[in-house]
């Protein structure tokens, strides 16, 4: 992962197991809120160490 952008693709350690259909960004320089009741359905998960590589950008692109 980049700083504030990080692919996930068939390169990703995390793509075969992500069941992401396609692949995807992850850009935390550009964050949006989304309300829980207008999530319909999950697309896919990632690994608890790629989940902490987004969680630290985040905190840096908030500056926490």
């Not at 690994?47 to 500056?63: G, K």
């Amino acid at each position: 992962f980049g700083m504030n952008r990080g692919d996930i693709d068939q390169t990703h350690r995390d793509w075969q197991q992500s069941g992401l259909r396609l692949p995807s960004v992850i850009n935390t320089s550009n964050l949006a809120t989304v309300r829980r009741a207008d999530i319909r359905h999950l697309t896919g998960s990632l690994s608890m160490t790629t989940m902490q590589l987004i969680d630290d950008s985040i905190r840096v692109a908030l500056q926490l």
